[in-house]
């Protein structure tokens, strides 16, 4: 049967095959080999048109082999193999023969001098009877020492042969297992019937992955899956699909449990002081995000399962390495700017909004970003609905510089006890390079979420005037840079806080 549709999941994968079966009528039981031996036995779903399945069921047994150890279908490559195998063993048994037999040549020739010196002793010297026995005992120990280096030449010659034939062997053929599984099937009927069979594997998962080419003000996104697979069984031109559903998680809803909530009186103390903190807090938003993903991370599908298909056809092989699979592309107008967030680097960013123009969600996953020049990094993106803009940093810009100075000037009122920090920032703005250049200096000020503190900008003390302060506290500043200028930059904010305010 063929393998036509894939549908790989986050841990697994939903194989189905299809073929014909050629009935003569009756209950016919057919064994169908070539099913991976990982298959899950009660995922196994099969479909006949124009008859009846009485049974279906995975066997997995023994291969046959014939004389020699081999299957009957093993390849010319895999013969030679175990060829050289056979080979090898019977020149190992030689060499290891006349190395017995030198080892008793010497000790034949150790004896025999021990008699000599014995029988010289006793004065029973007979000097060319032992002229003729050491003669020959030299040679033949001087015949089976050139024996047994021809026998070990041939193991080495015979070693790498088969060195050389097993990487061959595996590069052009996947190891073959001693076990094999078929489908058995009962059916009922007659005539051509049609066979679907369906069913689940471990050993397979796919992750998304991004490029995106920056070429003038136009960005190509293209998205492709990463799939790795060592299921047992190629999968050769299938259409090949990646859903985010994970059949593996419990379906039943977790247990509710009691959140009693409770009044109180404030205490006096609290009455009288407001007990405020300053903490850092990392903006989550889909879309325009730099939250962090750990290597291979699970799929994120904003919550609903989705599936997604392979325009074309594709080959994924059992070996366990990565294998990409293009999903789709898209070319949108890209908004881009210079930025610099001088408080956490003195480098300037060439930041870029694009729209997801591709009609589908992107989920999230590394992007590798190009420019003329080359590759110039990986990042990456969060989920992302169509129409919804992707923000990405394509490196920074050598030639701009910011540098950055802060003073603070607290002030407490006598009468009411309010005290007013005033924070100064300068930044000091140099464009090295030979052509102008329009920076976006980005500057952070306090969210205050009680109304006894008071969080405001400037504006008549910044040069230049800086943009709306948004609700997460980013205030713009928008400076024009000739080639090879310099420029200084101020900005000014205060929080004021009342006298009853304690930890800020």
């Not at 040549?105 to 009877?129: M, N, P, V």
């Not at 599908?301 to 390495?321: I, M, N, Y």
């Not at 040069?463 to 900005?491: C, Q, Y």
Request: hydrophobic share 40%; aromatic share 4%; charged share 25%.
């Amino acid at each position: 049967m063929k393998l036509t549709h894939v549908i790989v999941m986050e841990d697994r994968a939903q194989v189905e095959r299809r073929g014909t079966l050629s009935l003569a009528g009756g209950i016919t039981t057919v064994e169908l080999p070539g099913f991976p031996l990982v298959a899950v036995d009660r995922s196994l779903t099969v479909e006949a048109t124009g008859a009846t399945v009485h049974e279906a069921r995975l066997v997995r047994r023994w291969k046959q082999k014939a004389k020699g150890g081999l299957p009957v279908d093993a390849s010319e490559l895999r013969r030679r193999v175990q060829e050289l195998v056979d080979r090898q063993y019977g020149h190992d048994s030689d060499a290891y023969r006349l190395s017995t037999r030198r080892d008793g040549l010497t000790q034949t020739r150790q004896t025999l001098l021990q008699s000599i010196g014995e029988r010289a002793g006793y004065g029973e010297a007979d000097a060319a009877a032992w002229e003729r026995q050491l003669d020959a005992l030299s040679t033949q120990q001087r015949e089976n020492d050139e024996a047994l280096r021809v026998a070990q030449a041939a193991v080495d010659a015979v070693k790498r042969e088969l060195s050389a034939s097993r990487q061959a062997l595996a590069v052009a053929e996947e190891r073959q297992e001693d076990l094999e599984c078929l489908l058995s099937l009962t059916v009922e009927g007659q005539g051509e019937v049609a066979v679907r069979v369906s069913y689940l594997v471990p050993c397979a998962v796919w992750r998304p992955a991004y490029r995106a080419t920056l070429s003038g003000d136009e960005v190509l996104f293209e998205s492709e899956a990463v799939v790795w697979q060592r299921t047992g069984e190629a999968w050769p031109e299938v259409q090949l699909q990646f859903s985010t559903a994970r059949p593996t998680l419990g379906t039943t809803p977790p247990s509710l449990h009691d959140d009693w909530l409770a009044l109180r009186q404030k205490t006096t103390i609290e009455k009288r002081v407001v007990d405020v903190s300053v903490r850092e807090q990392e903006i989550q938003t889909a879309g325009e995000t730099s939250v962090s993903v750990p290597e291979l991370p699970g799929l994120d599908d904003g919550g609903e399962a989705r599936l997604l298909s392979a325009p074309g056809k594709s080959t994924v092989p059992s070996d366990g390495q990565p294998h990409r699979v293009p999903l789709g592309t898209f070319t949108a107008k890209a908004a881009i700017e210079l930025v610099c967030p001088p408080e956490f680097s003195p480098l300037a960013f060439t930041v870029v909004r694009v729209p997801n123009e591709g009609g589908s969600v992107l989920l999230a996953g590394p992007v590798d970003l190009i420019r003329s020049a080359g590759f110039v990094g990986r990042s990456q993106v969060s989920f992302t609905a169509p129409g919804e803009t992707l923000k990405l940093s394509f490196g920074s810009e050598d030639g701009v510089r910011v540098t950055r100075v802060v003073e603070e000037k607290l002030d407490e009122a006598r009468l009411t006890g309010r005290r007013t920090t005033k924070k100064t920032v300068t930044l000091h703005v140099s464009n090295a390079s030979t052509t102008p250049r329009k920076l976006l200096l980005e500057e952070r000020v306090f969210v205050s979420e009680v109304k006894e503190v008071e969080v405001q900008v400037l504006q008549k003390e910044c040069d230049p005037a800086p943009s709306p302060v948004s609700k997460d506290g980013i205030a713009r500043l928008e400076v024009a840079l000739a080639a090879n200028a310099t420029k200084k930059v101020k900005f000014v904010w205060e929080v004021s806080a009342a006298g009853k305010v304690a930890g800020l």
